[in-house]
């Protein structure tokens, strides 16, 4: 544990385009972002950060397809999300995309291994034992899913969205449930997955630092994204 985050790479002006939002504004009871505009990149990681009930978790919820949004559009492909069909929304969602929160969704009263599997069954992709090893979860395999530290979990739910292969990561607090050690761990690791699968990663976060590990850091504040990185 505790290497130093492989996050220097510059992301060329060229690079391929994973995702595009368009204009994107929201409220529930009072507005929380007016047309908002952001370019996720290949191999691109960008932070959003801004204070409790500013609307981090529903603009993240919008960008990975679970949210329409009350004007806006998000592109994936070319193509706008939320005019798909909903089996062709949820093959992007199942295949491509990579959605940790806080809640895990794992399954309980299964294994934490049989978790993983099916994960692969699912994406027809092997287990990573080395990710396995680098989220020190290697060793809680065949115990159960409630047996395992709610840190364990969250590490394990991580494990089970990068074993899927995943294009883009979503990631809602992904360390919330973690000591700053291991919550450094969890985020090399999502680091080095998105470099190294030409993948992207959008990151909601508390953690100043965290954020500025990552290639741009955005502040969610007066409706707008203000660039601080
Ligand atoms: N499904 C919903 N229905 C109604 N209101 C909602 C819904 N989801 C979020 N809100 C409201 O929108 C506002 C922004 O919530 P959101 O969770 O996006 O903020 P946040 O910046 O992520 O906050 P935090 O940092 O505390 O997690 C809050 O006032 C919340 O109550």
């Known amino acids: 544990m505790g290497e130093t985050v492989i996050n220097n790479e510059p992301i060329t002006a060229d690079a ?4 595009e939002a368009k204009n994107l504004t929201h409220e529930f009871d009072y507005k929380l972002f007016e047309n908002i505009n ?3 990149k290949q191999k691109e990681s960008i932070a959003i950060i801004g204070i409790s009930g500013s609307g ?7 960008f990975s397809s679970l949210l329409k949004p009350k004007y806006g559009e998000i592109f994936y492909n070319n193509k706008e999300i939320y005019k798909l069909k909903k089996r062709e929304l949820l093959n992007i969602r199942r295949k491509d995309f990579g959605i940790i929160f806080q809640a895990h969704y794992l399954f309980r009263g299964f294994s934490a291994n049989d978790n993983l599997e099916i994960a692969t069954l699912l994406s027809g992709n092997e ?11 290697d060793f809680v395999l ?11 979990q969250q590490r394990l739910s991580i494990a089970r969205v990068l074993t899927k292969k995943p294009k883009i990561i979503f990631a809602d607090e992904p360390t919330g449930n ?4 291991t919550a450094q761990v969890v ?23 965290l954020a500025m590990q990552c290639d741009k850091v955005y502040k969610l504040e007066n409706l707008q994204l203000e660039e601080l990185k």
């Open 187 to 209: 985020m090399q690791t999502l680091h080095k997955y998105v470099k190294d699968n030409d993948a992207g990663m959008i990151l909601v976060t508390h953690e100043d630092d």
């Open 127 to 137: 287990i990573d034992k080395d990710l396995l090893k680098r989220l020190n979860i």
């Open 56 to 62: 981090k978790s529903t603009l993240l919820n919008i």
């Open 142 to 152: 065949k115990q159960g899913v409630g047996e395992l530290s709610g840190g364990q």
């Open 38 to 40: 952001l370019d996720l």
């Open 16 to 19: 391929k385009i994973l995702l």
């Open 178 to 181: 973690l000591d700053k050690q």
